[in-house]
């Protein structure tokens, strides 16, 4: 397991942009599929988007898709997401998770979590 940890979370107005960061522990970085998992009050912990080891695939929720941008950098151990566009109902706790099965999106696959980060939409 690797341990994550993650920043960048705050409240911004609708239309307006956050940058997600999520740092990890351990010298194994490069092997995991790393994903942005977001909760919601009263709601389950759905799929954000994840990112391969390599960086090359990537899987988009539709309701993010062409408003946000995963990237990593195996080098720094850390793995970003770009939030543009931001909408109230982006509202929610977001959690890093690393897996080692290749490919995935489901949460019951990621055996490593970050504490999570508040990000906040107001309309």
């Known amino acids: 397991q690797v341990q994550l940890v993650e920043s960048g979370g705050g409240l911004v107005q609708a239309g307006g942009s956050l940058r997600l960061s999520c740092a990890a522990s351990g010298r194994t970085f490069s092997s995991y599929t790393m994903g942005w998992f977001r909760q919601a009050p009263g709601k389950e912990r759905e799929i954000v988007v994840r990112i391969s080891p390599n960086g090359y695939n990537t899987y988009y929720a539709d309701s993010v898709k062409g408003r946000f941008t995963i990237s990593r950098d195996n080098a720094k151990n850390t793995v970003y997401l770009q939030m543009n566009s931001l909408k109230p109902e982006d509202t929610a706790v977001y959690y890093c998770?690393?897996?080692?099965?290749?490919?995935?999106?489901?949460?019951?696959?990621?055996?490593?979590w970050g504490q999570g980060t508040q990000v906040t939409v107001s309309s």
């Open positions: 998770g690393a897996a080692l099965s290749p490919r995935t999106y489901n949460p019951a696959d990621f055996d490593s």
